[in-house]
């Protein structure tokens, strides 16, 4: 029954709780609300108790641990201040991350298996690239490095800022919808043994996913902020 469920969808889009002429309500929407919720729902009863000192609860003790590593991260690519993007960059890791996490409920289908999801997703990172380059070198500086090294060199550097865009989204895309097909396939000729461990490796390559993800828009912005010290250094 799972298996046919599966094979029946590949995407949560196609999964409608509600329609009503050309507004449709999908698994896609419901399930990223779902996420978004239990995000918001989460910061608040953690932080809201958050103490100074050595007697901490474990829930304030494991958010601590989990911003400090993604500060380590972030700083080992090569930015100087890495508080200035956690906010971005770990919501973008904790959304992913949480979104394929939830695939141990039975009914849930994860959000990133959604074309729409990762194409929104890898559209914030290509806002916020160029926003944050230009608030670290200022507009002007920053435009002037598309034409470095030379003006020829613009519409290639405009087509490569559009196209990484576009391989984040279809690397998620198609990573999730890959893994989903593969536990479909053996849930139905193996109902039994295989389907656990397919759902344990699932998960793993979700969390690499978030993984692989955030590191990528963290080379992008760091790539944008240094931009002119890097094109310095090639040339």
Do not use: H
């Amino acid at each position: 029954m799972m298996g046919r469920r599966w094979m029946m969808r590949l995407s949560p889009d196609d999964w409608i709780f509600w329609e009503y002429g050309i507004f449709k309500l999908n698994a896609t929407i419901v399930f990223t609300w779902l996420i978004m919720f239990i995000m918001v729902l989460g910061s608040i009863l953690i932080t809201r108790s958050l103490k100074k000192g050595i007697k901490i609860s474990g829930w304030q003790c494991v958010l601590e641990i989990l911003i400090l590593q993604m500060q380590k991260q972030i700083k080992a690519i090569g930015i100087a201040k890495p508080e200035k993007y956690l906010n971005f960059l770990g919501t973008l890791f904790l959304f992913i991350a949480i979104s394929n996490l939830c695939t141990l409920f039975p009914g849930y289908e994860p959000p990133t298996g959604s074309l729409s999801t990762t194409a929104a997703l890898a559209l914030t990172v290509f806002v916020a690239v160029p926003a944050y380059g230009v608030a670290e070198l200022g507009l002007g500086r920053y435009l002037k490095t598309y034409q470095r090294p030379s003006w020829l060199m613009l519409p290639f550097n405009i087509i490569s800022e559009l196209t990484r865009t576009l391989s984040l989204a279809v690397r998620l895309f198609g990573n999730m919808m890959s893994g989903a097909m593969i536990v479909a396939v053996l849930v139905a000729i193996v109902p039994f043994f295989f389907p656990v461990i397919m759902q344990v490796l699932g998960l793993l390559t979700g969390m690499v996913q978030a993984y692989i993800f955030s590191i990528l828009a963290t080379v992008y912005i760091a790539a944008a902020t240094r931009r002119e010290e890097i094109l310095d250094q090639q040339l």
